[in-house]
């Protein structure tokens, strides 16, 4: 059976049975036997053992013992506590767990809502103690239900309460038990003599957790560069280690070391160090490799649970700022080193456009970073077109991505370049156009599709000659809700845009005018508002430029998502990962590519499988300019020429492959479809956009510190805006919104607050 499946012998019906040395037996009851793994959720267990004899989903919990210990009996109540059920019973074939009903009493107060005089801190259960006549009065916290306790290892640990000291002025100790599989871990940091350490960080952290492990507060006579000395806090206690600095290198040694305690520690009766900053990082450290996405609420609460110490918010966020900058690096550092990753990115992937400016005080200003692979592979397998979207990034300083993304002939997006900015204004827009230019140059014509900001538009007319800029359809219509929202309701407004999006798709001038007048007829506004956003720029029917059918510029956008549902992470790491997902990208479709045996790319194979079903509806004919009619069931004609690759529908020429009238005449004539389409979505073309890589950066050699970087590079502003990272981008100042008018007077320049007519 593998270590990470059991099978559940489920028990409920009988009775716990308190033995003469504390521990508990289970007599009575039936039991089931079902199959659970890592993947099974907490909700579906319960669900399935509520089934098995009729209980309410509310009405019982469930537990089980750890191995060797039948004193406590432990809850499950998560996903994570059923993973920590089969590490405990790891090697074993079997586990019972027993059904609980939430009013049943356990002997020996192993269930905590057996007992009345407890106070309850989280997960941990705290017993009063009598000291004389007297009982220690115990505190309630809200209506939080008392739990038992959740050991994670079977090796206690006795705490006494951080805040039982401030709430007993009489001295009275309450002491409750943590059983934790982390603290354990920490037992051998410190080994003995002559224990090598790589820097004198790793050495402080290894003194630190070795302390709490074994329960004594620490003190520092020593803690600098070259040497660090410590020693038990304890009046009179011997306990005490030397480590110094082997010359020359970063490497720490210890010299000395007294290992025996005088002052009570591992004996099980000792108080925790206090709730540190340094503390506090070391236990969230651990925490934040697995779960990195922690907030400092949910932080406070694991940290009660699983350690019994209370945090105040603000406690868990510094506690959680220190250990993401000892396992990220400081994100103020992190701009130092942004030099010697843009040189090293350009030595291991020569032909790579990559620039860092920095502003006059030479604080962060822009990062572009167009690397060879996807440069050759944009111009040698993707189609003209690039789509321009910004990204505010999830970070402690102020940062945007912009992003230029293409399709490949599969229909995927594919990267070409991204540059990380301090702020998004025209001036850096113009910049970074600036610099996709000199990585694409010389190059065939570009159409881009962008926001219809005038200045982004001017960039782009300047920069790249003979380009077309299409204008992103979705910022488009959200502009139209935001400047006509009032007067329309979301209905309404929802009906304008639909047409507006059959008006642009619409191949035909006749499609497009119809599409219009359709929006006319409802709101005479929205007509004159969209007539003025020049439509030559979004309509298929007008426009010059070739968008094959893309009509947003969010796709890049949609790509790039994953950078903000990271951790908040230090600048040199966004790019590195960027560059290390690029990687993997260029990788996974150039080993998929491999196996393909078709002519055409699996998403055009498949577009003209329903061409060709739709073609078989259709009547051909040979028209007597050498072109042929096509017919449908309506009655409806247009004429193919294939020499041309042109159709009346004019579908043809805007996709780049056979409309399904082209489909139909085709296959009239015995031609080979594949040899009617566009290059761009050939297997050939997706293997070109996929066949140089990108290689790795080697980090040996990486600054760590101030000093050692080649050139300084200060972080920008502190971003100040909390929540979620909201969208921005700059609106066109090309449009007149709908003016100001009175519900009162009806007239044009004030509101009904202002309105003076009737007062």
């Known amino acids: 059976m593998p270590a990470d499946k059991l099978i559940v012998i489920c028990q409920s019906g009988g009775k716990f049975i308190s033995t003469s040395d504390g521990s508990l037996s289970y007599t009575g009851g039936e039991a089931h036997a079902i199959s659970i793994n890592r993947d099974s959720k907490f909700n579906e267990l319960k669900s399935e053992i509520a089934e098995m004899w009729s209980y309410n989903h509310d009405e019982f919990t469930i537990r089980y013992f750890v191995p060797g210990n039948r004193h406590t009996l432990i809850t499950i109540s998560s996903e994570k506590d059923i993973q920590r059920m089969i590490d405990f019973h790891e090697g074993s074939l079997t586990v019972d767990i027993f059904v609980v009903l939430i009013n049943e009493i356990l002997p020996n107060d192993a269930d905590a809502s057996a007992v009345p005089c407890s106070r309850s801190s989280g997960n941990t259960v705290v017993e009063p103690r009598s000291s004389g006549n007297t009982m220690v009065e115990p505190r309630s916290s809200g209506n939080t239900m008392v739990e038992p306790v959740t050991p994670l290892n079977v090796s206690p640990v006795n705490f006494v309460a951080g805040d039982m000291e401030e709430n007993n002025p009489s001295g009275n100790e309450a002491v409750y038990t943590i059983q934790n599989k982390l603290f354990k871990s920490w037992e051998n940091c410190i080994t003995g003599l002559h224990q090598q ?17 074994h329960g004594f507060k620490l003190a520092f006579k020593h803690n600098d560069a070259t040497r660090v000395s410590a020693k038990c806090k304890a009046e009179g206690c011997p306990w005490r280690v030397h480590a110094s600095k082997l010359s020359t290198t970063p490497l720490f040694r210890i010299k000395r070391i007294i290992e025996t305690h005088m002052c009570g520690a591992e004996t099980g009766r000792f108080s925790p160090p206090k709730a540190s900053r340094k503390l506090v990082a070391t236990i969230v450290k651990e925490k934040l490799r697995d779960t990195p996405n922690f907030s400092p609420k949910e932080m406070a609460k694991q940290i009660r649970q699983e350690f019994g110490i209370e945090l105040r918010y603000s406690q868990a966020w510094r506690g959680m700022e220190i250990a993401k900058e000892e396992l990220q690096g400081s994100y103020k550092e992190a701009y130092n080193q942004l030099p010697w990753l843009c040189k090293k990115m350009q030595e291991t992937n020569p032909g790579s456009v990559i620039t860092l400016a920095t502003r006059e005080d030479q604080t962060f200003h822009r990062v572009f970073v167009a690397l060879h692979a996807s440069i050759f592979g944009f111009q040698n397998g993707c189609r003209p077109l690039i789509l321009l979207d910004s990204i505010l990034l999830k970070s402690k300083y102020q940062s945007d991505l912009l992003t230029a993304t293409a399709f490949d002939g599969n229909d995927g997006i594919f990267p070409v370049a991204f540059a990380i900015v301090d702020v998004i204004t025209d001036d850096n827009w113009h910049w970074f156009l600036e610099q996709l230019k000199s990585a694409l140059s010389p190059f065939q014509p570009i159409t881009f599709v962008a926001d ?8 782009i007319l300047l920069l790249f000659e003979d380009s077309h800029h299409g204008f992103c359809l979705h910022n488009l219509s959200e502009d139209l809700k935001k ?15 639909g047409h507006l999006y059959d008006a642009a798709n619409s191949a035909t001038l006749d499609g497009f005018r119809r599409c219009i007048a359709s929006i006319k007829s409802i709101s005479p506004e929205a007509f004159e508002w969209i007539m003025q956003t020049v439509p030559e720029h979004w309509a298929n029917s007008l426009f010059e430029g070739s968008r094959f059918g893309h009509f947003t510029s ?16 230090p600048v040199v790491q966004i790019v590195d990962t960027i560059r290390q997902k690029l990687m993997e990208l260029i990788y996974s479709r150039k080993v998929e590519s491999d196996k393909w045996s078709t002519k055409l790319t699996p998403s055009l194979e498949n577009k003209l499988q329903k061409g060709i079903h739709k073609a078989k509806s259709l009547q051909v004919s040979l028209s007597p300019g050498g072109g042929f009619e096509v017919y449908d069931c309506f009655g409806d004609t247009n004429v193919v020429n294939i020499d041309t690759w042109n159709c009346s529908c004019r579908e043809w020429q805007l996709n780049g492959f056979p409309c399904y009238h082209a489909v139909a005449v085709l296959q009239h004539c015995n031609r080979d479809l594949c040899d009617y389409c566009s290059r761009y979505y050939t297997t050939d073309a997706y293997r070109l956009a996929y066949m140089e890589p990108i290689n790795p950066v080697p980090t040996a050699d990486k600054p760590v510190n ?8 200060k972080p920008p ?3 100040l805006l909390s929540g979620p990272p909201k969208q921005r981008r700059i609106r066109s100042k090309g449009v007149i919104k709908r003016p100001l008018r009175c519900s009162k007077c009806k007239g044009v320049g004030h509101n009904r607050a202002t309105c003076h007519v009737f007062s």
């Open 706 to 713: 101030k000093e050692s970087s080649p050139i300084q590079v």
């Open 452 to 459: 219809r900001h005038i200045a982004l538009r001017q960039s």
């Open 717 to 719: 502003l502190l971003r």
């Open 197 to 213: 350490f790589n820097t004198v960080q790793e050495l402080r952290e290894a003194l630190r957790r070795y302390s709490i492990a």
């Open 483 to 497: 400047d006509l929202k009032g007067p329309h309701t979301e209905e309404v407004l929802n009906v304008i845009i």
């Open 554 to 569: 969010r796709s890049g956008q949609s790509f790039y998502s994953w950078v903000n549902e990271l951790p908040t992470l």
